[in-house]
Nanobody, 128 residues
């Protein structure tokens, strides 16, 4: 079955960097657009970044543009999120997600309801 396993979260100080990784299995990884979402306490789960199945197209939430970078390695079945210049407001549980929908190689899905498969999440805490 589909499995998404996140790693790389932790406790850091404002201004530090973290790299999240998501290992995917149980499906043809290159077939699906992938995304990273986050959910802070008391808030809705929101998209952070998404990447097309080819990796050629990416998109970011305004709050992380210029600081976060999403990438994927279709040979290794992994999707990563490089997070630089972290801020306390980045504190959340971060989730890796796969759409489960076939689309053109450059198409992006950005809505939560477009994602059928989810990891268990990894906690990122940024102290001020």
């Amino acid at each position: 079955q589909v499995q998404l396993v996140e790693s790389g979260g932790g406790l850091v100080q404002a201004g530090d960097s973290l790299r999240l990784s998501c290992a995917a299995s149980g499906f043809t990884f290159s077939s699906y657009s992938m995304g990273w979402f986050r959910q802070a306490p008391g808030k809705e789960r929101e998209i952070v970044a998404a990447i097309s199945r080819s990796g050629s197209v990416t998109t970011y939430a305004d709050s992380v543009k210029g600081r976060f970078t999403i990438s994927r390695d279709n040979a290794k079945n992994t999707v990563n999120l490089q997070m630089n210049s972290l801020k306390p407001e980045d504190t959340a549980v971060y989730y890796c997600a796969a759409t489960g929908k076939y689309a053109s190689s450059s198409y992006l899905y950005t809505q939560r309801h477009d994602y059928a498969y989810w990891g268990q999440g990894t906690q990122v805490t940024v102290s001020s």
